[in-house]
């Protein structure tokens, strides 16, 4: 039978083939030997092609100044904290670690060294509301960077057009709900220009979502209910905010690409200017504050560095921690974060190039960050209360049913004493 | 509706070129949009034709499609980011280069070792056959994400993480291979193996003569699956591999993404043409196995 | 002659069944393990897992026990969000015997020697390899209420389409026609092709003979001959009905919409709340489920086909 032949010689050949390739790639791998006598840290972070060039610079400077140390830098490209907890369960996590949105979770279990004898903090040097993301219990489980916030990000020449004035920097909510409507623009039917395209901060609105010390819900209230009514009447009422909701992971027109575009006069975004400056280049754009109503809220996100609890190396971890979250290193970050350390954070924003020119929103709302409660089941109790959102904002759920239903899910995760 | 089918194979024809262009769709949507400006992706409403604009665009300046068009891809091909040290190839041929490795090695694995495994299951009579069977049938009901992390403990046990091992050998021994060529095995007619048997032909000889030339396209099938699934695979390798070395496509191409500007759609759809060209040419190359009618030939040789 | 039988399986199965009891098996026990314990993964090291016996079991059937200030343990009634999403999956899932039905169709239509039939399978196994966030993108797009290309072929014809990926009626059969869409020419047709190969020629030439025609012939040949791979084909399409199905919910609706799938909520539970005894229990309780409809097939197949 020549086929046999024929194809148990390619089958052969094949494995022969795949495993000359395999030794080869073994043998070519850059792997490190521990020979020399120097300590190893390995120092993990989210893989972003700017921000990695940032670390991977640190880190080259961080080993030239320690000769007795040599940090290695790994880069995750996506799953994040999927990865960290597989690591963390076979105790095999980064000495050092970048953090983001997943700190609470993890802090908060513990995972991290406690710091906060290892920093001293001269009183009103740093942003407070930044530090104490990274408190727990009143301890330091890291050191955060910065922070990032969502303000009003809008289109001068589409105000300029709408015959409006600029917002001023002590806009009410109403007074942004009318410019929204001013700024839509309809054609045969169809929206052909919204006025708005994001979300205002519950904060705004009084709303809480615990109480100070976490045991209780707060969400069936009147202030959630008027957050999400003000969000139904741009959307239903004034056809002025599009009511397909971004959704995780991807989406169909993000509000920056709607931005970008001149298709939303008005959107809610962080701290992300670079890449405005170099997407826009058609019209005239600025930031104003979140509009004012109960009280002066936006939200944010921080990022910062922690050291693993199970590391072998704590000194040596917490020594390229300082160095990692120092106020010189925040200031190469201020690109992308506005720094917790007051002074680095006023000369980022001095330093930055225009626009966005209206500087002191940044700084304001610095003050005003509203992060979600730091609990240890932060994670459930942000995805209850996002699916309720997503339910009542595209009218599946009365506003009155979903906060009813919201408020009976946490209290069901809070009362849960078994995990 | 297939006595008419007999009517003609005109009307086979266009009823599977109408079912096969709304699947090339989206194929051809990626194609597309690989070689697009980044401004461009989202500058109109997605059209039931996207083409057009680049066609039009390309007619009125040929010369654009060479320097924009191609862009995404020199971008992909010169991409390069590992530590200086270490000769071998790095960057993106490195990426290409364990995928390659990942998918022919996890492949070789799951065909050689299963298909004996098979055989043993489908026509060995042994004490136990049916209980290690549903052993291998139950660890398919159990989904990976509650799996994954026993897996990862006993590889830091053996110390693989961070090893080429770590990620082919966990995905070797699947029992899906074994279950499906099992399957196929039973198919083959009784007569045929009491001849060989009477002919004085062993175990082995069944197997090496029998079953497998019979096999030939359930063969072509898991090679199929397995290799596509091992080139796509993304949450293992990432699990396992702590440096970019080990990195193959599906890893390396997220490293495009940036955090705080949106995704470059050309740039990842680039990167997916590159990804899913070579699966094109893996399955043209062994779906011959599904029209040469090997088993009648094999059985008669 | 029974050890010497067993000498030669075990030639044939050492290769796999030793890597199978290490890589495999020792997982899929410990998750079993697992399951009868809580163990929060960051908080705790392995050796510190506590054993709770049936709490995770219970927890998902619906109701969990709650310590008051004064130590006092009581069992309280909760929302039953495994129930939920298995609803979902299994709702999902009804689309499994129309596509495993196109899937024969297909192979049977490509099963023929045609100018041009490698590019048709081609194009028609296409979508299975292109799935991914990229083509999922897209189908956001052909979904989408106003611009989206599904509900302007639908005004051609004068009907206004819904807004598919964002309400509790839509979304699902929304997600089950993408993955109808990228399922149908993938793995079930390739194995539907290599079933056709091995069936004889002979038998559809007999039955030719005594004046079957092209129906008959698939449906008193070419189907009991399937047998073995429907039965395989039917009983994966179980299993990735139950436990796949994560990626499309995760990216198009968050999982909102009643699209929220048991693999998708497993993984939340894992992966997301640190919970992963109690998601043991969850991927135990679907294992039960797919091993029950394994053994019901399996003793409806024995008996129309010799094992």
């Not at chain 1, 901060?201 to 615990?210: M, N, S, W, Y």
């Not at chain 1, 975004?269 to 936006?298: K, L, N, Y």
């Not at chain 3, 611009?147 to 979304?171: H, K, R, T």
């Not at chain 3, 040949?221 to 499309?248: C, Q, W």
Request: with cysteine.
């Amino acid at each position: 039978m020549p086929l046999r032949g024929k194809s148990f010689f390619f089958t052969a050949g094949v494995l022969a083939a795949t495993l000359l390739l395999g030794v080869w790639l073994h043998s070519t791998r850059t792997l490190q030997a521990p020979a020399d006598q120097r300590v190893h840290l390995r120092l993990a972070a989210l893989y972003t092609s700017q921000a990695m060039e940032n670390y991977q610079d640190l880190v080259d400077d961080f080993n030239r100044r320690n000769p007795d140390l040599l940090v290695e830098l790994q880069g995750i490209p996506g799953s994040y904290y999927d990865k960290l907890l597989v690591m963390f369960a076979g105790r095999t996590a980064p000495d050092v670690m970048w953090m983001g949105k997943g700190m609470a979770q993890f802090a908060s279990r513990d995972a991290f060294l406690d710091v906060e004898d290892e920093f001293r903090i001269p009183p009103g040097h740093y942003y407070e509301s930044v530090l104490d993301c990274y408190r727990f219990n009143g301890r330091l489980m890291g050191f955060p960077l910065g922070a990032d916030f969502a303000v009003i990000v809008y289109n001068l020449d589409l105000f300029q057009q709408a015959g409006l004035p600029p917002p001023a920097p002590d806009w009410t909510l109403e007074e942004f709900r009318q410019a929204a409507k001013r700024l839509t623009v309809r054609e045969g039917g169809q929206v052909r220009q919204w006025g708005f395209y994001g979300e205002i901060d519950p904060g705004v609105f009084g709303a809480e979502v615990l109480s100070p010390d976490m045991s209780e819900e707060r969400i069936d209230r009147p202030e959630w209910r008027s957050y999400l009514d003000f969000h139904l009447k741009l959307i239903f009422e004034d056809g002025s905010m599009p009511s397909r909701l971004e959704i995780p992971g991807a989406g169909i027109l993000t509000r920056r690409q709607a931005f970008y575009r001149g298709q939303a006069a008005m959107i809610s975004d962080g701290f992300h200017f670079q890449t405005m400056r170099e997407e826009i280049s058609d019209f005239r754009w600025d930031i104003a504050p979140v509009p004012m109503g109960a009280r002066r809220a936006c939200a944010s996100s921080t990022q910062g560095f922690a050291v693993s609890r199970h590391t072998p190396h704590p000194a040596e971890a917490v020594r390229l921690l300082r160095y990692l979250v120092a106020p010189e290193s925040q200031r190469r970050m201020g690109g992308v974060l506005v720094p917790s350390h007051r002074e680095s954070a006023r000369q980022a924003i001095e330093d930055m190039p225009g626009p966005p020119h209206n500087r002191q929103v940044i700084l304001d709302s610095m003050e005003t960050l509203n992060p979600f409660p730091r609990h240890p089941k932060i994670n459930e109790l942000q995805q209850a209360l996002a699916e309720t959102t997503r339910l009542v904002l595209t009218r599946q759920q009365s506003p009155e049913a979903g906060l009813r239903e919201c408020a009976r899910q946490f209290r069901e995760i809070l009362g849960r004493t078994h995990p | 509706m297939p006595s008419r089918i007999k009517s003609g194979p005109l009307v086979v024809y266009g009823l599977l070129v109408l079912l096969a262009a709304s699947m090339l769709f989206p194929f051809y949507w990626m194609a597309i949009t690989s070689l697009k400006g980044k401004a461009d992706v989202f500058s109109t409403e997605p059209k039931l034709i996207p083409g057009r604009q680049l066609a039009e665009r390309v007619v009125d300046d040929p010369r654009w499609f060479f320097h924009s068009g191609t862009d995404n891809y020199s971008q992909l091909l010169a991409w390069q980011r590992l530590v200086e040290s270490g000769s071998g190839p790095r960057g993106f041929s490195r990426f290409v280069l364990n995928t390659v490795f990942f998918a022919l090695a996890i492949t070789l694995g799951q065909v050689i070792t299963s298909s004996l495994a098979a055989f043993a299951f489908a026509r060995l009579r042994f004490p136990g056959r049916k209980q290690i069977f549903f052993a291998y049938l139950a660890t398919l009901m159990i989904p990976a994400t509650v799996t994954m992390i026993p897996s990862y403990i006993l590889l830091r046990e053996l110390g693989w993480v961070n090893t080429y091992q770590a990620v082919i050998l966990p995905s070797v021994f699947t029992a899906y291979g074994t279950f499906m060529l099992r399957q196929f095995f039973l198919t083959i007619p009784r007569e045929i193996e009491d001849a060989a048997r009477i002919d004085g032909c062993s175990p082995l000889g069944l197997y090496w003569r029998i079953a497998l030339p019979l096999s030939t396209p359930a063969l072509a099938a898991l090679s199929i699956v397995a290799f596509v699934g091992s080139w796509r695979t993304f949450m293992w390798p990432l699990i396992v591999s702590s440096t970019e070395d080990l990195f193959n496509l599906p890893l390396g191409l997220t490293l495009f993404r940036g955090m705080y500007t949106d995704p470059d759609w050309p740039l990842l759809m680039a990167g997916s043409m590159v990804m899913t060209l070579p699966l094109i040419l893996v399955f043209i190359a062994g779906q011959r196995y599904f029209v040469e009618g090997i088993r009648l030939g094999a059985v008669k040789g | 002659m029974r050890s010497r039988a067993l000498g030669i399986a075990a030639l044939f199965l050492l290769p796999n069944l030793l890597g199978f009891l290490a890589f495999t098996l020792f997982p899929v026990v410990a998750s079993f393990a697992l399951s009868f314990c809580r163990w929060d993964p960051v908080a705790e090291p392995v050796s510190a897992i506590e054993p709770v016996g049936l709490r995770n079991y219970v927890d998902l059937v619906g109701f969990h026990s709650r310590t008051d200030s004064g130590g006092q343990t009581s069992w309280v009634a909760n929302t039953p969000r495994f129930w939920e999403s298995l609803y979902n999956t299994v709702f999902m899932m009804l689309a499994i015997p129309f596509n495993m039905a196109a899937s024969l169709l297909l192979a049977v239509l490509l099963n023929r020697k045609m100018r041009g039939m490698a590019i048709f399978r081609s194009a028609f196994f296409l979508p299975s390899i292109t799935a991914g966030v990229g083509t999922m993108l897209l189908w956001m797009w052909m979904f989408n209420k106003d611009m989206g290309s599904i509900n302007q072929v639908l005004a051609w014809v004068g009907i206004q389409g819904p807004d598919w990926l964002q309400s509790y009626f839509w979304a699902k059969p929304a997600l089950m026609l993408m993955a109808s869409w990228a399922g149908i020419g993938g793995v079930n047709m390739i194995l539907y092709l290599a079933g056709l190969q091995q069936i004889p020629r002979e038998l559809h030439e007999a039955a030719a003979l005594d004046g079957a025609g092209r129906w008959q012939q698939l449906r008193h040949v070419t189907v009991p001959m399937l047998l073995p791979v429907t039965f395989f084909i039917f009983i994966i399409s179980i299993i990735s009905g139950l436990e796949g199905g994560f990626d499309a919910p995760y990216v198009m609706t968050g999982g909102s919409f009643g699209t929220t799938t048991v693999s998708l909520y497993l993984y939340r539970q894992g992966f997301e709340f640190f919970r992963m005894g109690y998601a043991s229990a969850v991927a135990w309780v679907l294992f039960l489920i797919v091993f029950l409809l394994t053994m019901i097939n399996w003793r409806l197949a024995e008996k129309r086909v010799e094992y």
